[in-house]
Structure formats: structure tokens, C-alpha cells
Nanobody, 122 residues
Framework: VQLQAFGGGLVQVGGSLRLSCAASGSTDGHHGYGMGWFRQAPGNQRELVAITSTSGTEGFADSVRGRATISLDSSRMTVSLQMNSLKPEDTAVYYC???????????????WGQGTLVTVSS
């Protein structure tokens, strides 16, 4: 399974960005999956930004709640993240994740994208 991310780059404070991620490859036999975004700023641990799933659940970091929306196209295994009112602290490398649930009672399998840099500057 491979994940390809689109978007990122240099954005002004108060601006918006849209990140997209498309998964390819076989995930046959799954019971469902989630897709979303983590981010890692220099010197910090990787943290969840937002995630959604085929069951319809969504989760957002407190730091982006109200500024971010996430959408999943399950027919194409593509997830998009829209973030508004960007702040300098949103600067980070953003990683796409695909979390696949293959077997009930077993941990899910995580697949990661290569990361895309978002820089928020005034």
C-alpha cells in the first residue's frame, strides 16, 4: 500500500490550505479503515491533526478543532484536510495515515505517507 500526498508549501498567517492524500494498493479483506493526518514540528513528537473513517467517525486535535474539516472519499481511498485561519504553530511536516482494520480483535495496520511540509509565515 502506498500513500501519495498533495498540497502543502508556504502559507501566510490567517490563510488556508488543503492537503489531500490518495492510497493505492491492495487492502482486500478489511473491515473498515481510517484516513487522516498527523504532523510533526521540529523538536516535537508526531501528533494527530484529524482523522476520519469509513464508519463516519471523526477526530480532531484541540489545536485545530473549529479550523479544520476532513473528508473521505471511500470509493477512491482519498482523504482531504482543509485548514483555515492558519497560525505559525501549524508549521510542521504533515503525514498522511491509512489505518486498516483487517481482523476483529487485532490491532489495525498503519500505513504512512512520506510527509509534506507546511510553513505558515507572516
Amino acid at each position: 500500500v502506498q500513500l501519495q500526498a498533495f498540497g502543502g508549501g508556504l502559507v501566510q498567517v490567517g490563510g488556508s490550505l488543503r492537503l489531500s492524500c490518495a492510497a493505492s494498493g491492495s487492502t482486500d479483506g478489511h473491515h473498515g479503515y481510517g484516513m487522516g493526518w498527523f504532523r510533526q514540528a521540529p523538536g516535537n513528537q508526531r501528533e494527530l491533526v484529524a482523522i476520519t473513517s469509513t464508519s463516519g467517525t471523526e477526530g480532531f486535535a484541540d489545536s485545530v478543532r473549529g479550523r479544520a474539516t476532513i473528508s473521505l472519499d471511500s470509493s477512491r481511498m482519498t482523504v482531504s484536510l482543509q485548514m483555515n485561519s492558519l497560525k505559525p504553530e501549524d508549521t510542521a511536516v504533515y503525514y498522511c495515515i491509512l489505518r486498516v482494520y483487517y481482523s476483529v480483535g487485532y490491532p489495525p495496520q498503519d500505513y504512512w505517507g512520506q510527509g509534506t511540509l507546511v510553513t505558515v509565515s507572516s
